[in-house]
């Protein structure tokens, strides 16, 4: 299969009825956008050229890995200090297990963990098998094929319900019997404490944050032949991930619950809690499997999380493990 789905010529005529249909107020925003757009790769071609012999290595490999490493840190290192010191979190009114914090041990663990995951998956994408890999599915790093405003809007929109559809399916298959016990388990110990933390969205056992990462990287590819997507994409995946495991319901950026939800509440030992709200974004294929749980009501009845009264039965499943 030719890679990317030929969808620009389809929805790139639709987009530009809605530009010719627009009032010249919504024009000419598009069209500085799209200025700035150019304006803002044509510089980095410029950088990368000027001190890689290989820019285009640079820019469809370097790049995009270290936009999702230092987005990374840069959310999670404050989520960290906050972690450690309540007292001072602006938003420490927003928090979903009130009063639950993790330990200074776990969370080191945590870090080298996410350190070590870290390095093997920059190994793989900076190598140069996915380098040769790229080159044959011609992927674009230049000016010719850059994608506009219109076209960065649709792409990264459909990486969204990609990902959800590919996240649902791998997440579903790493909660058989098998692949639970033996490798997404790693995950699911920060459910000991009963609380998400931020960085525990890369805690993963080293071949489940592989295969997790298919979810992530096969969406661009799918959609757009330019690294400018994957790396739109790459910086709106960072804040989805760190916002579903950082322990906060932010108004303005919702989902902690469910996730926090699963992670306190999923057992492989549990018919009940097998499979627990699997799906992220919008939960779509969560609503269409039934796997989708009333997270809301639960919360409305147990507003500061999971209580005392209620670890037995959650720590007898967790022995069945």
Known sequence: MALPLPLNEFIRPLFQQIYDASPPILTSFVDQSNQIIAWGWSTTI???????????????CVIPTGISLALFWMLNIPLLFFNFYPNLNPIESWKIQKGRYETLDRVAWMVVVVVVNQTVAMAISMSQQNYQGLLDL?????????????????????????????????????????????????HHKIKHSKITIGISSAYFHPADYVFSA?????????????????????????????????????????????????????????????????????????????????VDDWWAKNPNGITKRMKAPVEKDQKKD
Not at 46 to 60: C, K, P
Not at 148 to 166: H, K, P
Not at 248 to 266: Q, R
Not at 273 to 278: A, K, L, Q
Request: proline share 4%; net charge negative; aromatic share 16%.
């Open 46 to 60: 410029d950088l990368t050229s000027s001190f890689m012999s290989d820019s285009h290595y640079f820019r469809i």
């Open 138 to 186: 011609n992927y674009q790093s230049g000016m010719a094929d850059i994608p506009t405003l219109g076209d960065l809007l649709w792409q990264v929109t459909a990486c969204c319900y990609l990902y959800d559809a590919i996240f649902f399916a791998c997440h579903c298959l790493m909660h058989t019997k098998w692949l639970y016990h033996n490798i997404h388990k790693v």
């Open 214 to 294: 298919i979810a992530v990287v096969l969406p661009p590819l799918l959609v757009s032949n330019h690294v400018l997507t994957s790396c739109l994409w790459m910086t709106v995946f960072m804040f989805e991930t760190t916002n579903a495991h950082c322990g906060y319901e932010i108004p303005f950026a919702p989902s902690a619950k469910d996730h926090d939800f699963h992670h306190s509440h999923s057992f492989y030992s549990s018919k009940e809690y097998r499979f627990v709200t699997m799906g992220a974004f919008a939960l779509v294929w969560d609503r269409l499997f039934g796997t989708k749980q009333p």
